[in-house]
């Protein structure tokens, strides 16, 4: 079982930044794929940023340019830089774990692809 904690979220006007951290259980985090997702209310939840095993990443068209995903393998944690924030941006956003590595293909945004997901922490941006 791998649990997830995600903090760092919050209210930023647009055009402000933000960090969102995620810390996983576990270790063997250096295995694991990590992504980062999120939920408006009303929408369905969509990928917003991954990083592999080999630390590549990949982002949502939405987000390319303003996020930035990295890991700290050493501290068993997840960023998620944000940017140039949008009212649009206003979500839960949740982190995930791909621990098995079984339906993992680059670039994948499938929330499928994930065993465990945390709890969420909610960002939002006001115009």
């Known amino acids: 079982q791998v649990q997830l904690v995600e903090s760092g979220g919050g209210l930023v006007q647009a055009g402000g930044s933000l960090r969102l951290s995620c810390v996983a259980s576990?270790?063997?985090?250096?295995?694991?794929?990590m992504g980062w997702f999120r939920q408006a209310p009303g929408k369905e939840r969509e990928f917003v940023a991954a990083?592999?095993?080999?630390?590549?990443?990949y982002y949502a068209d939405s987000v390319k340019g303003r996020f930035t995903i990295s890991r700290d393998n050493t501290k068993n944690t997840i960023y998620l830089q944000m940017n140039t924030l949008k009212p649009e941006d206003t979500a839960v956003y949740y982190c995930?774990?791909?621990?098995?590595?079984?339906?993992?293909?680059?670039?994948?945004?499938?929330?499928?692809?994930?065993?465990?997901w945390g709890q969420g922490t909610q960002v939002t941006v006001s115009s």
């Open positions: 995930a774990a791909d621990v098995t590595g079984i339906r993992w293909v680059p670039g994948t945004r499938s929330v499928s692809t994930y065993e465990y």
């Open positions: 576990g270790r063997t985090f250096s295995s694991y794929a």
């Open positions: 990083i592999s095993r080999s630390e590549s990443t």
